[in-house]
């Protein structure tokens, strides 16, 4: 892969890679360094892609993957975040949103921003987190429903 195909790849994913991350992790500081570890990995991946979806697909499960894996290390179970992601919210109604989202459970976070952030549907959602659609339809349910506590009746998702 030379330089102009690994920087054409960068643009187009580097936005989604890093919110994905910063949406599981809920840390600026780790998501970078995941994003940096999945294009690192891409790199290396020689085997094609039948399309830009399919690719876009395995991206996000092998960043779904690294954050799984960060999470669970030694290092991160006994550290404290540097800053809060929350930050990087302007209004006070994001910011609202932000920190309800971020008070989910870390699977009802991954589906919530794959749903509405991403825009992926239920079954490639399923497809990205190794979930069946009952599963993922599930978990947005339950996502829904615990944000519509903490955000009141008047925000409607």
Same mark, same amino acid.
């Given at each position: ?89 302007? +209004?006070?109604?994001?910011? @609202? ?5 971020? &008070? =989910?459970?870390?699977?009802?976070? $991954? ?26 339809? +599930?978990?947005?349910?339950? @996502? ?5 506590? &903490? =955000?009141?009746?008047?925000?409607? $998702?």
């Amino acid at each position: 892969m030379d330089n102009a195909q690994m920087t054409a790849i960068y643009q187009r994913m580097k936005d989604t890679v890093y919110r994905t991350a910063l949406s599981y992790c809920r840390n600026v500081q780790d998501a970078e360094d995941i994003t940096h570890d999945v294009f690192l990995i891409r790199f290396r991946h020689e085997a094609p892609f039948p399309d830009d979806r399919a690719e876009k697909a395995w991206m996000l499960r092998v960043t779904v993957n690294q954050c799984k894996n960060l999470l669970k290390s030694f290092r991160r179970r006994f550290t404290v975040p540097l800053e809060d992601a929350g930050e990087v919210c302007v +209004t006070e109604d994001e910011h @609202a949103v932000w920190d309800a989202v971020n &008070a =989910l459970p870390a699977a009802y976070r $991954l589906v919530i921003h794959l749903y509405y952030y991403e825009g992926y549907s239920v079954r490639e959602i399923g497809e990205i987190t190794g979930k069946s659609e009952t599963a993922v339809q +599930t978990q947005l349910y339950r @996502a829904r429903k615990l944000l519509k506590k &903490a =955000l009141g009746e008047e925000l409607e $998702l």
